[in-house]
């Protein structure tokens, strides 16, 4: 499984966590290789080099994918990708140390309004992290600098040594350091405020017509046999409703939203797509 996450990143526990529990009904292991950089670009050119035979497979997320329409556009397309299954749907989120100047979006507004710029970062450039920015300082009407990092852990590193001043990031990212106190989520990206993270407002809430989330998934290499794409995509389901996983995912305030080949399809088709409009 190559993995265009981090070490330590969401994507990079949770499909740690998956071959984990899908071995047993794939009769062999599942051994998660970490390739970051290039948005995404390190994991599409180890996946592609290799046959679409089953036995190499990606895991990513929607930021990746996104990224096809912009920076990774030159070297791979969209249709040079099988998808695979759904794992789970997470809106963006904003986040701030929680002993910062910033309590609200509104702050972020003010303060880049008064200082001429503020700094942001997150995953990747022309990624949907980037994408959600660019869209809220166009809406609000301030100039943002962003910095693009390798992934979410990078992001929360840069974030906590004070060399960026806000970043955009997946809930999972962010979650034990909003329980411990140190970082502050000031918005997220879904059409409803999270369960788990009841302070947090909605982009909307705050006057922002911002609707963004994040999927993460498995795909293959384009021309991968129908029945290898059916056999992966069970056995990942199957190893989503082991008891071991269900336990992971709730003590980690993260979801389970499951999705078919199909399914998986037509919505990543959809968002990426919206992407497009976006990034125009």
């Given at each position: 499984v190559v993995n265009s996450a981090t070490a330590g990143s969401p994507t990079d526990v949770l499909a740690r966590q998956i071959a984990h529990y899908a071995e047993k009904y794939l009769g062999q292991p599942m051994v998660v290789v970490n390739k970051p950089g290039g948005g995404g670009g390190a994991t599409f050119a180890a996946l592609l080099s290799e046959p679409a035979d089953g036995y190499t497979v990606a895991s990513i997320n929607a930021s990746q994918i996104t990224a096809l329409?912009?920076?990774?556009?030159?070297?791979?397309?969209?249709?040079?990708?099988?998808?695979?299954?759904?794992?789970?749907?997470?809106?963006?989120?904003?986040?701030?140390?929680?002993?910062?100047?910033?309590?609200?979006?509104?702050?972020?507004?003010?303060f880049a309004k008064k200082e001429g710029t503020v700094m942001i970062g997150g995953q990747g450039t022309g990624t949907g992290h980037h994408l959600m920015i660019l869209r809220f300082a166009k809406l609000a009407g301030f100039d943002a600098t962003w910095l693009p990092f390798q992934g979410g852990a990078d992001s929360v590193t840069n974030l906590l040594g004070g060399h960026v001043q806000v970043i955009a990031t997946a809930p999972a990212t962010v979650n034990q350091y909003v329980e411990a106190g140190t970082i502050r989520i000031i918005a997220v990206s879904g059409e409803q405020r999270l369960e788990f993270f009841p302070d947090a407002p909605t982009f909307k809430e705050s006057g922002y017509d911002i609707l963004m989330t994040i999927y993460r998934g498995f795909i293959a290499k384009k021309g991968l046999p129908k029945e290898v794409k059916a056999k992966l995509s069970a056995s990942i389901k199957s190893a989503l409703e082991e008891p071991g996983f269900r336990e992971f995912v709730k003590k980690s305030n993260q979801t389970i939203d499951y999705m078919d080949s199909e399914e998986f399809a037509a919505y990543a088709k959809k968002d990426f797509d919206q992407m497009a409009e976006m990034m125009k």
């Open positions: 329409q912009s920076q990774l556009k030159k070297d791979f397309s969209y249709d040079d990708f099988e998808f695979i299954c759904s794992t789970q749907l997470d809106p963006y989120a904003v986040a701030v140390l929680a002993d910062g100047p910033f309590k609200t979006l509104q702050d972020v507004v003010d």
